[in-house]
């Protein structure tokens, strides 16, 4: 089964506050962790990704912070926009188990104006 | 670069028909995959393909063959479609010497 998520939760955010996403994952194993963007009717878009030996990567208004103590993930997006409502996935790839890329289950975003 | 293309867009099939989705991708990427994705639920491996002339099992991978006809193309056949078949599918290529997957479109299938 998934290792990643497993819920789609809806994140109500006004327009300009940050958001946070949150996922769970239960491999210790894994190498490696990507969030993806999804707008309706479109396909996963890269957003910014971190290796486990890391514990915070920034990019432009997204922060992905890693706690492998309690295996938690989070994207912080800041000044939301309602260009960032969709719907947001972790995923992570362990290494020794093929370089799969194993999906949770998503958190929705809503930017309310 | 049209990045990573799927046709068709919609399909409506009866059970038991055949089709096949058509993936490309202009990047010259090595790994191809296809996905499913169901209402609430993120994207599940069906199969993927390290390398032209490879292909390997995913997580669901029972009902679907795929081919990797060359490099740049990569599709996936439904022999004889059933109800639970109906989902959207994606294709990705991966980056060489990366793990950034990058996705397609999708196909919106219905099985009736």
């Known amino acids: 089964g998934e290792s990643v998520g497993l819920h789609l939760p809806t994140l109500s955010v006004q327009e300009g506050d940050n958001s946070i996403i949150n996922c769970a994952y239960s491999n210790s194993a894994s190498d490696y962790f990507i969030w993806y963007k999804q707008e309706s009717g479109k396909g996963p878009q890269f957003i910014i990704d971190i290796r486990s030996n890391m514990d915070k990567r920034q990019g432009q208004r997204v922060t992905v912070l890693l706690n492998k103590t309690v295996k938690h993930l989070s994207l912080q997006i800041a000044a939301t926009q309602p260009g960032d409502s969709a719907v947001y996935f972790c995923?992570?790839?362990?290494?020794?188990?093929?370089?799969?890329?194993?999906f949770g289950g998503g958190t929705r975003v809503l930017v309310k104006p | 670069n049209a990045g990573v293309t799927q046709t068709p867009k919609f399909q409506v099939l009866k059970t038991g028909q055949s089709m096949t989705l058509q993936c490309a991708q202009d990047m010259n990427h090595n790994s191809m995959y296809w996905y499913r994705q169901d209402p609430g639920m993120g994207l599940r491996l069906i199969y993927y393909?390290?390398?032209?002339?490879?292909?390997d099992k995913g997580e669901v991978p029972n009902g679907y063959n795929v081919s990797r006809l060359n490099k740049r193309e990569f599709s996936l056949r439904l022999e004889s479609a059933a109800p639970s078949q109906t989902s959207v599918y994606f294709c990705?290529?991966?980056?060489?010497?990366?793990?950034?997957?990058?996705f397609g479109p999708g196909t919106r299938l219905t099985v009736l």
């Open positions: 393909s390290a390398s032209e002339g490879t292909t």
């Open positions: 995923a992570e790839i362990i290494r020794a188990a093929g370089n799969k890329l194993t």
């Open positions: 990705a290529s991966r980056v060489t010497g990366t793990d950034t997957q990058y």
